[in-house]
Nanobody
Framework: QVQLVESGGGLVQPGGSLRLSCAIS????????VNWYRQAPGKQRDLVAS???????NYVDSVKGRFTISRDNAKNTVYLQMNSLKPEDTAVYYC???????????WGQGTQVTVSS
C-alpha cells in the first residue's frame, strides 16, 4: 500500500519560510512525477510545483523564485521549500505521486500552511 505523508506546515508571518516534506512509503523512483498542490478555503485545488523522475521541475507562475521543489531519493522524500511567503499562499498543501507501474495516482492527507501577521 502506497502512503504519502505531508509534514512541515504551520503558522508563519509574511516574508517567512517553511519547508514541507512528503514522505513516500515506497521507492520514489517508482513514480514518474511527484507534485505539490494547494487548496485554500472555498477555492479549487491547484498545482503548485512538480518534479519528474528525471529531475525536471516546474512551478506555477505565482511561486516562481520563491518556492523550490526537490527530492531525496535515499529518503524517499520530496520537499517544498517556501520562502518569502505571502498571505495568499495560505492553503492546505497536498503532495501527490503518479506510479510508473499501473498508472495510479496517490494523495497525501495535506498539511496546513497559514501566512498571517
Amino acid at each position: 500500500q502506497v502512503q504519502l505523508v505531508e509534514s512541515g506546515g504551520g503558522l508563519v508571518q509574511p516574508g517567512g519560510s517553511l519547508r514541507l516534506s512528503c514522505a513516500i512509503s515506497g521507492s520514489i523512483l517508482s513514480f514518474y512525477a511527484v507534485n505539490w498542490y494547494r487548496q485554500a478555503p472555498g477555492k479549487q485545488r491547484d498545482l503548485v510545483a512538480s518534479i519528474t523522475d528525471g529531475g525536471i521541475t516546474n512551478y506555477v507562475d505565482s511561486v516562481k523564485g520563491r518556492f523550490t521543489i526537490s527530492r531525496d531519493n535515499a529518503k524517499n522524500t520530496v520537499y517544498l521549500q517556501m520562502n518569502s511567503l505571502k498571505p495568499e499562499d495560505t492553503a492546505v498543501y497536498y503532495c501527490n505521486a503518479g506510479a510508473i507501474l499501473g498508472g495510479r495516482i496517490f494523495w497525501g492527507q495535506g498539511t496546513q500552511v497559514t501566512v498571517s501577521s
